[in-house]
């Protein structure tokens, strides 16, 4: 049994680390390497800034992804009887087992708020248009720019709002932030890394 407890324990500075990494050694670079452009008065221009924002929000479902299954694996752990519930566990049920677990104040700094933003976006870039879309754009219109001049959905056909979505190096940033700051604030080992900050080339 202590074997297991120290290995719960172990996971969540694991957790940090390879999220840490990924971003460092891959997000950040790929992202700074593409070119952007302030004004479209080019089709390469167009090109190059819609590439730019498919990619961030394809880096943004990544880390969705490796996130929510790392608080999957924790949960489980720390709570065994989430096994034996019958459906499996919500993203918002993984997030409160795992926070209440390391101690983790989900409402500081908004952490909790960002957190579920990260979902709610990979969810839109998952699917597209749906109850997701409807929510984020209501919940966080800064993500819309209609009026931006250095943008152009190049999709055909009429506009959609999931197509207008914009992911920026800082959105990524920021949910890199969050989910490295939980495990840091969820990691009891000693040297704990709970608010590094990040910012894309």
Not at 18 to 33: K, M, Q, T
Not at 179 to 194: H, N
Request: glycine share 6%.
């Amino acid at each position: 049994m202590s074997g297991i407890a120290d290995h719960r324990d172990q996971l969540p500075r694991l957790f940090q680390a390879n999220l840490d990494r990924l971003f460092v050694r891959v997000i950040e670079p790929a992202l700074g390497a593409l070119p952007r452009h302030d004004h479209l008065d080019r089709a390469a221009r167009q090109v190059d800034n819609h590439m730019a924002n498919e990619a961030a929000k394809a880096f943004t479902l990544t880390i969705a992804a490796i996130f929510e299954r790392q608080l999957s694996i924790w949960a489980r752990l720390v709570d065994p009887e989430i096994n034996n519930r019958g459906s499996t566990p919500r993203y918002a049920d993984l997030l409160a087992t795992c926070a209440r677990h390391g101690g983790v104040d989900l409402a500081r700094d908004e952490l909790g708020d960002t957190l579920e933003r990260l979902l709610v976006v990979a969810n839109v870039v998952r699917h597209g248009e749906g109850k997701a879309c409807d929510k984020l754009k209501r919940d966080h219109p800064a993500l819309w720019d209609d009026q931006a001049s250095d943008y152009v959905d190049l999709m055909p056909g009429p506009p959609l709002a999931s197509e207008h979505i914009r992911i920026r190096e800082d959105d990524v940033a920021r949910f890199i932030e969050a989910t490295t700051r939980f495990w840091g604030r969820a990691d009891r080992l000693p040297m704990a890394v709970t608010d590094h900050r990040y910012g894309c080339a």
